[in-house]
């Protein structure tokens, strides 16, 4: 009995850490797509710890590239404010904003998500300054990325730099992207820079990523 106990406490620690295989800040969430005009597009960082992030003293930004030229097209600078462990930052529309309670919420023009073959990268600094637009994709200071589309063909150029393993999410694979956003589950699991680290399920802008089928689960 202590034996088969070991055992399972070895690989309840090893799971552990494979599902958090990297403390810090990560891409937790991204949706770009919504009906009509897209009002409410938000990208959610997570904190995975193991302490609060105070960005006055160590700054990220959040850089949006454009698939069509590999090049960035707007970059967001977390310079200020914290993040607990377990915290939330939303870079979103005014709708999003208004909705939820995050630790830092950063203001996101409408349809300022852009919809296609695109990516975002989460970079440790502010090196991307300027306009943030037309700088090329580099690997220096990438702490996290994500290539997501919107039933478009993969961009192999964003694949090359922003992820790890190839693996481009497309919101729209439920057919409901509308709804729909990529999102590790559970929040700020998974490797780094690893499309295969996302799902794709309802939107759960400031609160846990949590499976539809579990989320409406009951025991009555």
């Known amino acids: 009995m202590k034996n088969i106990f070991r055992i399972l406490l070895v690989v309840s620690v090893f799971a552990s850490f494979s599902c958090f295989a990297q403390a810090g800040l990560v891409i937790n969430e991204a949706d770009c797509d919504q009906v009509g005009t897209d009002s409410t597009e938000f ?20 850089v949006l590239f454009n698939g069509s030229n590999d090049s960035s ?4 600078n977390l310079t200020s404010g914290s993040v607990t462990v377990g915290g939330y930052v939303i870079i979103g529309n005014q709708q999003i904003l208004d909705a939820v309670s ?21 970079y440790s600094g502010t090196s991307f300054t300027g306009t943030n637009e037309g700088v090329h994709l580099n690997t ?3 702490i996290d990325g994500l290539v997501y589309d919107t039933d478009d063909a993969d961009d192999a150029g964003l694949l090359a730099y922003l992820v790890t393993d190839g693996i481009q999410l497309n ?24 499309g295969g680290a996302f799902v794709v399920r309802t939107a759960t802008p400031g ?8 989320s409406s689960f009951s025991t009555e």
């Open 43 to 62: 990208v959610e960082l997570y904190n995975t710890g193991p302490s609060t992030i105070d960005f006055s003293t160590n700054n990220y930004q959040v």
């Open 207 to 214: 609160a846990s990523n949590v499976p539809v089928e579990l």
């Open 171 to 194: 919101e729209n694979e439920n057919i409901t992207g509308i709804t729909d956003s990529v999102q590790r589950y559970p929040d700020g699991s998974g490797s780094l820079k690893s």
């Open 73 to 76: 097209y707007a970059a967001y």
């Open 102 to 122: 995050a630790s830092v919420e950063i203001l996101m023009p409408i349809n300022g998500l852009q919809n296609g073959q695109d990516g975002i990268g989460l």
């Open 140 to 142: 220096a200071n990438l």
